[in-house]
């Protein structure tokens, strides 16, 4: 409801811009450009029909409701967030207020433009970190538009935060928002051993590949990246799990033949087609439909009044022949 | 002598898909589809063993979503109504294929499979939920809850509120149906994050499961690999790991069960083959060519020559695949035994809508299955979880890695370039669910309404479902407009609700439309 209105008052808006346009152009008929204006309507009214046709499209099957169509663009918040991928792949996105952003145009001045935007990636595995005791760190450069990132962190089973900031010209840091703490899963076994569980490595490795179904003797080393290639991931009901449709890129053509035989009789008559029953409609018509095969078909249609007296058989003889 | 334990998973679920609003909608069709191909012939094979005697086990997930689906009364009369055009389309079928030797018994398979799957459907009152109830009240089925709507719970690590509510909403609800407190979950995509325990341990959980890698890279090493359960460190509930193995025999692709040659072929379909005028009613109203359910042929090779299907060929096949597996994890277990001095567990989890769905003779293959090993042999016995554990409650302790099952083995398949901006709008509504849950304690009428439908709102939002369909890349529409809906109206429910302005008119809309989880209660969120 509340796009079509807003539609009404573009409209309303258009229409009375045209003919203000209009008393112009009679008012001053030398209008130095009045080419110009009219132009300038023309495609707005334009956009205001497509924008009308689109939501009263027959296809569009979804009710008209109050709530917006589309998700806001930001939650006005300052928040930057992180999240693991994978063993090695980090994912980042944030959000800057307005505000924020005119606060720190207002305390750094010209060199806000010139500042690099950075994410600051800090290793911070088995310590609290303070901001100032990460194990090590290193930088991205990010681009103006950007507000999400792929951190690729290179190794596995570490602990990450990332600071959102900016890259003075002087080389000093400024720290804008900074992220959760995530940890990366190993992608082997640990090498945390419990004495009261303990067991020989060379048993530990068969059952490690047998783990993955790669048999009884696969080495430890490896044997997560022989198991990524095999598959066997799940797929739900929207895709297939088992074998994807083979698609042959080729011109292609088919042809068929079905036989329709129909034909009617007293509603209460009893009729047989190649000696099998078949039901009339109330009206006393019937339609049979075959898939003809490369054959010739003797179709007996027999056909007895209720009080079995009398009785009528005709045969249609059909044959098909493929070439 | 018992040298191992196998136990057989069937992870049941679909989106909460229901559209009141439209007379017909094409992704209901999938809870129609999974009904006639999986669920009933499920049942069918369960009923038939208890029928002849035959002791079983087997554990299944029946997702919340699920459930709600197939309980609610709207969704039943419309599957009687899908199944009725089936049997006519079924009947038709019988007729034209008259000349067609290798096609009419098929057709006639056909009519008796739909009318047996309506009659089942009836014979449990419209619910298959009674149905599966069933089994487990006899001790064969154990079922398992799910996330509420199937959440991925690592992508929601950074608010662990709605973790908790996907577990908490979950459990009440399996209680409400089940009478029990639900033992185990199936955490959406097999996703595990370290800290998570914690929220199944609240909920009265006590195992789930992990793919392999969770439990082969937890920390310290797992003495036993897969192939025993470990207990989470500092919560004590059981973690259970996938099984590769036995997961390549019936799932891979290449090597798997269900691409022999004698197996039916999925994609060649009526729908899609028939005469457009004949095959009309049976397709989408708009004459857009579906599945029908109907196909004819077998798989034959790798090209696109299909010979036609041949049901004595398939059988016979599916018993000895079935024969197959069950040598196989005799070895198996035998191996293990000698390896690890005691009986191993073997988990081989599965998509429940593999069965019947994507491969036809599934259903066939487990019923094969459970008479061999009941039958033919003592090295392996079947067994739940709960019952290995009531029966070994000496496990080792440890903290299982970050996991999932999908693509590589973590969160890639939810989280990349064509899915990755929902996180921004899921994660704001889940800390906006929290605020109003702060705010707002102990609510009563319309506002307690208000806030119960933002509640239903966020998880519905949450599916992992969407994510994984944008993932794929393809037919993402539908995928797009459902995690923009849920998300616009939990927005409009927050700022009604702050700005003291719920209409009442349109919040009794969302709630016909969206009315899984009656008995919701948003305060769980925190």
Request: proline residues 5%; contains cysteine.
């Amino acid at each position: 409801m509340k796009i079509l209105t807003k539609i009404k008052e573009r409209l309303k808006k258009v229409v009375p811009a045209k003919l203000k346009s209009l008393k112009a152009k009679k008012k001053k008929p030398a209008l130095k450009n009045p080419a110009s204006s009219v132009s300038k309507d023309i495609p707005s009214f334009q956009e205001t029909i497509a924008v009308n046709t689109k939501f009263s499209h027959p296809e569009d099957m979804r009710p008209k409701s109050s709530t917006p169509q589309e998700l806001p663009s930001s939650y006005d918040q300052d928040k930057i967030i992180l999240q693991v991928r994978d063993v090695r792949w980090l994912h980042t996105y944030w959000e800057l207020r307005n505000q924020t952003i005119e606060a720190l145009k207002n305390k750094l001045g010209d060199e806000f433009r010139r500042a690099k935007k950075i994410l600051r990636v800090y290793d911070v595995t088995n310590i609290i970190f303070n901001g100032n005791n990460a194990n090590s760190f290193f930088d991205i450069q990010y681009n103006d538009f950007a507000n999400s990132w792929y951190i690729d962190t290179s190794v596995p089973g570490r602990s990450w935060c990332v600071d959102l900031g900016l890259m003075l010209t002087d080389g000093r840091f400024i720290t804008i928002l900074r992220s959760n703490v995530v940890s990366t899963p190993l992608d082997g076994p640990s090498w945390i051993t419990d004495e009261e569980w303990m067991i020989p490595e060379d048993i530990f490795a068969r059952l490690y590949g047998m783990g993955f179904g790669l048999g009884k003797s696969s080495p430890v080393g490896g044997a997560w990246q022989q198991r990524l290639k095999q598959g066997l991931f799940s797929s739900g009901i929207t895709s297939s799990p088992v074998r994807k449709e083979v698609k042959e890129r080729k011109f292609w053509m088919k042809v068929d033949c079905e036989l329709i035989v129909y034909g009617a009789t007293e509603p209460d008559a009893k009729v047989t087609v190649q000696g099998e029953p078949i039901n009339l409609r109330p009206d006393g018509t019937f339609t049979l439909r075959y898939y003809l095969p490369d054959s010739k078909q003797i179709i007996p249609v027999k056909a007895t009044s209720a009080d079995k007296l009398e009785e009528r058989t005709i045969t249609p003889i059909v044959t098909r022949e493929t070439r | 002598m018992t040298k191992g334990y196998l136990c057989l998973v069937l992870h049941g679920h679909l989106p909460f898909v229901r559209h009141p609003e439209h007379e017909n909608f094409l992704e209901e069709d999938w809870l129609y589809e999974a009904i006639t191909e999986t669920y009933v012939p499920l049942i069918s094979v369960f009923e038939g063993l208890v029928s002849d005697g035959i002791d079983f086990r087997i554990t299944m997930t029946l997702s919340p979503t699920l459930i709600s689906m197939l309980s609610d009364s709207l969704l039943q009369e419309r599957y009687l109504r899908h199944i009725n055009k089936l049997i006519e389309l079924s009947q038709k079928e019988i007729e034209r294929t008259k000349w067609q030797e290798s096609f009419r018994p098929l057709a006639e398979m056909y009519f008796n499979k739909f009318s047996q799957a309506r009659n089942t459907f009836q014979k449990y009152n419209n619910n298959l939920v009674y149905a599966f109830k069933k089994f487990q009240d006899l001790g064969k089925l154990e079922i398992i809850t799910c996330g509420a709507t199937h959440g991925f719970f690592p992508l929601m690590d950074v608010c662990r509120e709605s973790v908790r509510a996907q577990v908490k909403v979950a459990a009440d609800h399996y209680e409400s149906v089940f009478g029990r407190r639900p033992a185990g979950i199936w955490l959406p995509e097999c996703g595990f994050c370290p800290g998570h325990d914690e929220i199944l341990r609240e909920a009265g959980i006590r195992f789930f499961f992990t793919d392999s890698h969770g439990l082969l890279h937890g920390t310290p090493r797992p003495k036993y690999g897969v192939f025993a359960p470990v207990y989470c460190k500092g919560t004590g509930v059981a973690a259970f790991g996938r099984d590769l193995e036995s997961s390549k025999q019936v799932w891979s692709s290449i090597e798997g069960y269900p691409g022999d040659y004698n197996y039916r072929e999925f994609y060649r379909d009526i729908g899609f083959d028939l005469e457009f005028d004949y095959i009309k009613p049976y397709i989408h109203p708009d004459g857009v060519r579906i599945n029908t359910g109907i196909k004819y042929y077998r798989i034959t090779g790798t090209g696109n020559h299909k010979e036609p299907y041949v049901a004595e060929w398939a059988r016979e096949r599916a018993a000895e695949h079935a024969g197959n597996f069950m040598f196989n994890r005799q070895k198996q277990a035998g191996y293990l035994n000698d390896l690890m001095g005691k009986p191993p567990i073997i988990v081989s989890p599965y998509d429940a809508e593999l069965f019947g769905h994507w491969w036809y003779e599934g259903p066939m293959w487990l019923d094969f299955l459970f008479r061999k090993v009941a039958c033919d042999q003592k090295e392996i016995r079947m067994i739940t979880p709960s019952e290995y554990l009531a029966e070994n409650p000496r496990n080792q302790v440890i903290t299982p890695s970050f996991s999932s099952w999908g693509y590589k083995g973590y969160s890639e398949m939810w989280l990349q370039g064509t899915n990755d901006w929902i996180y921004r709008h899921l994660h704001a509504a889940s800390g906006r669910m929290t605020e109003l849950v702060h705010s707002y304690p102990g609510a009563q009428g319309l506002l307690r309404r208000a806030l119960n439908q933002a509640l239903r709102e966020l998880l519905l939002a949450q599916s992992s479902d969407w994510a994984f369909i944008l993932g794929t890349g393809t037919h993402t529409s539908y995928a797009v407009r459902r995690t923009k809906d849920h998300l616009l109206r939990f927005n409009r429910i927050y700022e009604d609700i702050k700005s003291n302005s719920i209409n009442e008119k349109w919040l009794a809309d969302i709630e016909y439309k969206d009315n899984l989880f009656p008995n919701i209660d948003y305060q769980v969120h925190q």
